[in-house]
């Protein structure tokens, strides 16, 4: 059985400030690769990751494409390039609903509008081509329904309340990160929309940007990742995930794997996270610790963040 991926921030007090470090757990999972061929690879990767697992996919079918001289096929670049779109969606979208979850009282209507969103970002999923990760295969992107039309109710149900319960709570500058600490660290939506210094508030405005600029790459195959697209176009090993870029690395024999490595990107953010808390003063506010949990899931990392007070053991 595989050791599921566990992050906790290590969380103590002295003399008024903060100290803080983060202990990342990751599953092996590059030695539950070795000795495998592309296609299997592939198979285990999709069992494996459940969030940003297109970009997965595609950072490894770079890879084998790579190993076997063989180069992708323009309209499957496309193909794919939509369905990572896609996952963008769904993962700036789940992030922010969940943060408004967190910090609005319970809407029924708000619910309702996250379980219809999901079914329809299903359904797109399905209709999307199982082929596009065969190496040096030939598929068309789709012809999908634009999400443009629920920008409304994302506003009225999610953005604008999220906005203004911020906003009266004065949470957005209690924690910041040091543009210093971002260029070196994160590579995520507030990096790619060049935010500084990035409170609360940038990186919620990060993920809203992103989401509705994946909404329309998803109509527009080609335009998230192209030459003139959103962000750099893949390159072997190299995608840029919905939180970030992520890093895959290969060493083969013949057609097998003798050694695999993968970097994801929300390694890089929770270093980040804790070298902006570290030696900060603490917050004044009575809600800081509840604004520190919103403000560390407004990084979107792939993993719950456990937050454990270590005061008293480490100070005792």
Not at 199 to 227: I, N
Not at 282 to 302: M, T
Request: hydrophobic residues 45%; proline residues 6%.
């Amino acid at each position: 059985m595989m050791i599921p991926a566990l992050a906790t921030l290590h969380l103590a007090q002295q003399d008024g400030r903060l100290q803080a470090r983060t202990e990342l757990t990751l599953p092996p999972v590059g030695k539950h690769l070795e000795g495998l061929n592309g296609e299997a690879v592939l198979a285990r990767l999709s069992l494996i990751y459940r969030q940003c697992s297109e970009a997965q996919r595609w950072a490894a079918i770079s890879l084998i494409e790579e190993a076997r001289d063989v180069r992708p096929n323009a309209v499957t670049v496309a193909a794919r390039d939509q369905a990572l779109a896609l996952e963008w969606v769904t993962e700036h979208s789940w992030q922010l609903w969940r943060i408004a979850h967190e910090v609005l009282p319970t809407c029924p209507k708000r619910l309702q509008l996250l379980t219809r969103w999901r079914q329809t970002l299903a359904e797109h999923r399905d209709a999307l081509c199982a082929m596009r990760h065969v190496p040096g295969s030939a598929v068309s992107p789709v012809a999908l329904t634009s999400l443009r039309s629920w920008i409304a109710e994302w506003e009225a149900l999610v953005w604008t309340p999220l906005q203004q319960a911020l906003d009266l709570r004065s949470w957005d500058r209690l924690f910041v990160t040091p543009s210093a600490i971002q260029q070196a660290l994160e590579s995520g939506p507030a990096s790619r929309v060049a935010c500084t210094n990035p409170g609360l508030m940038a990186r919620l405005s990060a993920l809203w940007h992103e989401l509705w600029l994946a909404v329309d790459a998803v109509s527009k195959p080609g335009s998230l990742t192209g030459p003139e697209g959103i962000v750099a176009p893949v390159i072997p090993g190299q995608v840029a995930a919905a939180r970030g870029t992520l890093q895959h690395r290969c060493q083969w024999q013949e057609d097998r794997v003798t050694d695999y490595q993968i970097t994801i990107p929300s390694s890089g953010t929770l270093t980040a996270i804790a070298a902006s808390l570290d030696g900060v003063a603490v917050p004044e506010s009575d809600e800081w610790r509840q604004a520190l949990g919103v403000w560390i899931l407004s990084h979107a990392p792939c993993m719950e963040v456990a937050i454990v007070d270590v005061t008293e053991s480490e100070y005792a």
